[in-house]
């Protein structure tokens, strides 16, 4: 049974228009046929077709499945978008069926890239969404400075991290997940040229915490990807 | 200091065809100046140009460094190409990145891709060890079939795996890493349809291991990410 992303009004599920030209030209779905429809609450409802025209597909709900693929624990990774945003895109696919909660690209300092296109990557998170079986679309935050996010994160409520090259003492990150894997984590991970040390002590007044990701230079969506497959094996 | 790729003979240095153009016309190297050379044997030189011809750039070693970036353990991943041949470039950046030691391209049951361009990617493999500050290239096997890998591989001197899909007792590969750190570990990864039944029984006819790569419904190469960073932090 295909899945597809849409709304749902009480009992009638309404396909996003994107997913019209597929399901029509492609997969010729037609009034009887049953489909799956995610709307990114965590549920996955499963439905009968009941009107299929390129201006609309609609269905009727039959069953509903809360908590579909839902992972447990939180992490919410603040990363500097690439300079080269499908490096950027690639980390959100992984990131995704890897299982993050929450991410927010972050400009600071050292930003190659000061722009970012929301659609294009909601569409990928939409689409690692559907592959790896996840009903819950993973918050993806406007760009923000990192001044502003240190501002709004709340050091006493969640683990803090920021993860740095800077020649300081740090925990590690693996580490740091295995001790409490129930408690949400934030972790900052910043461009090409690093955070820069203004900014780390910045986030060090607010409580953030200096950690490594391990023995190995790498690239920062790299890094992204180990940070959440650490925390995807946090608990193993 | 620049780093480049080339050959070593005695003292002399000699720079890669492919780096030739790269370092006249765009970093302008000149005789006297100093620059980094890998080999891929694990050692990273440190020299000073004496020749720089559009057809040979040749500097004399002045330092070896040797075991440049080196990672401890042995890490081999067979993994089946994926049809988007970018998304296998993409993994092998990664993979070399967080310290991959051997790969070997497969071909199964279920494989769409069975050809594989090795040269491309090779050169990726040098642009991550050049990134990542790795003197010793990860060995690129020749693309395989599953049946001549598991006719070659020793399942009593190395740790031999499978990951699969299917349904039968499998063990964490996160555990099986951090119960023994030391040893040389070989894991198969199979293609977007999986491994088939018969493959399984056949590996397991030879002695591998059936594991699992968490909860998640993995892409083909996020699984090999997965283990991969799984690698790099069974020790952390």
Known sequence: MHTFWGSVDGTLLRLDPEEIPHALKVLRLQPGDALHVLDGSGNRYTG?????????????????LYDFGAVSGHLHLAIAPTKNVDRMHFFLEK?????????????SFHSERRH???ERAVRVMKAACTQSHKGKLPVLHPLQSLEDLIK?????????????CLEAPKESWVEILKA?????????IGPEGDFSLAEWEHAQQAGFQHVHLGAHRLRTETAGLYAVAAFAQRGL
């Open 95 to 107: 990131a995704v069926e890897m299982g993050i909660h929450e991410v927010t690209p972050l400009v």
């Open 180 to 188: 409490q894997p129930e408690r949400p984590a934030l972790l900052c």
């Open 48 to 64: 009968t077709v009941t009107r299929a025209h390129k201006k609309e597909v609609i269905a009727e709900v039959q069953e509903t």
């Open 116 to 118: 970012w296109n929301a």
């Open 152 to 164: 709004q994160t709340d050091a006493t409520r969640i683990r803090a991290c920021m993860a740095t």
